[in-house]
């Protein structure tokens, strides 16, 4: 079991940076392959980044590749997600996920834990 509560979110103009953190609770944090999704309005929740339990895999949306870094610190039992050059589109509630798995997959359904999920805004 783990339990995920996100950080972060914010209003920020075209061009501008977020740092999204994700604090976990549990004992197997560090055996988890952590995810953020993002959710706009009227659209599905799609998997934007994920990171593998060693962190030696990182899986990135052709939206947000070059742009944003996911990040683990297992001592910490965090994860992080750097926006860098957002832009409107980026504008969502971003949720952390986690999967007892090694896989990383796009449908959300597949991830058993959720955060409550924090809101980015991007302004042009």
């Known amino acids: 079991q783990v339990q995920l509560v996100e950080s972060g979110g914010g209003s920020v103009q075209a061009g501008g940076s977020l740092r999204l953190s994700c604090a976990a609770s549990g004992r197997t944090f560090s055996t988890y392959t952590m995810g953020w999704f993002r959710q706009a309005p009227g659209k599905d929740r799609e998997l934007i980044a994920a990171?593998?339990?060693?962190?030696?895999?990182?899986f990135y949306a052709d939206s947000v590749k070059g742009r944003f870094t996911i990040s683990r610190d297992n001592a910490k039992n965090s994860v992080a997600l750097q926006m860098n050059g957002l832009k409107p589109e980026d504008t969502a509630v971003y949720y952390c996920?986690?999967?007892?798995?090694?896989?990383?997959?796009?449908?959300?359904?597949?991830?058993?834990?959720w955060g409550p999920g924090t809101q980015v805004t991007v302004s042009s």
């Open positions: 996920a986690a999967r007892a798995s090694a896989s990383m997959p796009t449908n959300p359904r597949m991830w058993g834990y």
């Open positions: 990171i593998s339990w060693s962190g030696d895999s990182t």
